[in-house]
């Protein structure tokens, strides 16, 4: 059998051969596992992961709409909807007024700036429990190939 070697050292079928195995459920099988150990951590602050990366996205971007908002996260308008009904219940986020009668724009309270920082803390150590367990190569690696399939899959 043709082989090539991985970042670990293992041994993975040449390109020539087709792959195996469905892709879309490995990549969330591994996204649950990843997903629970930024919980664990996060949970300390009051945020699921999910919640994190939302509150994050709005506090370094500014004001922004809602749909371009749902765009950067690369998620549907009405998931980002669901989503940001929480940390707007919380006081976190705000809709404020767009540019015109009809946009509004959704921004970050001083509450909302200070729980970005508060569980900025736990999600280093979840990255670094991620990085360690998986070995920064590894991890290196892993961010490379996902945003070559993202601009291979959203081209």
Do not use: F
């Not at 219940?89 to 200070?114: F, K």
Request: glycine share 8%; proline share 4%; net charge positive.
């Amino acid at each position: 059998m043709n082989t090539v070697s991985t970042v670990s050292g293992s041994e993975t079928l040449a390109s020539g051969a087709r792959p195996t195995g469905c892709t879309n459920l490995k990549l969330r099988q591994l996204m649950r596992v990843v997903t629970q150990r930024y919980d664990v951590a996060l949970s300390g602050a009051g945020l699921k992961a999910t919640q994190y990366a939302l509150l994050s996205c709005v506090v370094k971007s500014g004001p922004l709409k809602a749909v371009d908002l749902a765009n950067l996260m690369r998620m549907s308008p009405s998931t980002l909807s669901r989503n940001l009904q929480p940390l707007l219940a919380a006081g976190w986020l705000q809709t404020g007024q767009g540019t015109d009668a009809r946009s509004h724009l959704i921004e970050a309270t001083p509450a909302g700036a200070a729980k970005r920082a508060e569980a900025q803390r736990r999600w280093r150590a979840a990255q670094e429990s991620v990085n360690s367990t998986l070995g920064p190569e590894r991890v290196q690696a892993l961010h490379r190939l996902l945003d070559e399939s993202l601009a291979l899959m959203t081209a």
